[in-house]
């Protein structure tokens, strides 16, 4: 249980997934904001493995690895941020009033947002030491397998990962319900699109 809760703050961290449970449900709703996070988890369960495979500290401790793993994740961010940034420049010619500020702009297909969901959380470099540095500092040497260890400290952190992200999630469909209308809309997507640029921009300069 102490896991848990180190792993939940851990997982409360606001980053570029937490982002985009916020923003997927502000276009989507709650419900299709959470189909969107198991793309994360799904991600996360991949580097669980690795880590039980005892592929984890190889990769941690590979600087080519977690730089190529890095710069992935930068252009993927950049490509994230500058698309949404596009999209609401394009939109700004759209008509306001009460029909406009009922729904947001966008409702991309359900598989876009696992894809987005996954692709953002496998290229993040943090999430391989997450996986390869933090969670085996909880293993127990004499109380059992190692193995079977990492596969359920692996599993509580999923569990405290989905948690986190339906609280983000649950402020994005709050802020859904006030029926925004495109204006704001677009003001909060160049918001979302500006905050990736930067994750991006701190991504890159990490591997500089």
Not at 194 to 207: D, I, K, Q, R
Request: hydrophobic share 60%; with cysteine; charged share 10%.
């Amino acid at each position: 249980m102490g896991f848990l809760a180190v792993a939940l703050l851990v997982a409360l961290t606001p980053g570029a997934n937490n982002l985009l449970a916020l923003r997927h449900a502000m276009v989507r709703g709650f419900g299709a904001s959470m189909v969107g996070v198991c793309g994360r988890l799904v991600a996360f369960a991949v580097l669980v493995v690795a880590v039980v495979a005892g592929l984890g500290p190889l990769l941690s401790a590979s600087e080519w690895a977690l730089t190529a793993i890095r710069w992935a994740g930068v252009v993927y961010l950049a490509y994230l941020g500058s698309t949404i940034l596009w999209a609401s420049f394009r939109r700004r010619g759209e008509p306001e009033g009460t029909a406009a500020e009922a729904s947001a702009p966008e409702r991309p297909p359900l598989a876009a947002l696992v894809r987005k969901e996954f692709l953002v959380a496998i290229t993040n470099p943090k999430a391989v030491l997450v996986f390869t540095a933090f969670v085996p500092q909880f293993v127990v040497h004499g109380h059992g397998s190692v193995t079977g260890q990492l596969a359920v400290l692996g599993a509580f952190y999923l569990v405290a990962e989905a948690a986190a992200a339906g609280v983000f999630a649950a402020a994005g469909s709050v802020i859904r319900a006030v029926r925004l209308s495109y204006r704001a809309h677009r003001r909060m997507d160049r918001a979302t699109g500006g905050v990736l640029l930067g994750m991006a921009g701190l991504l890159a300069a990490e591997s500089a």
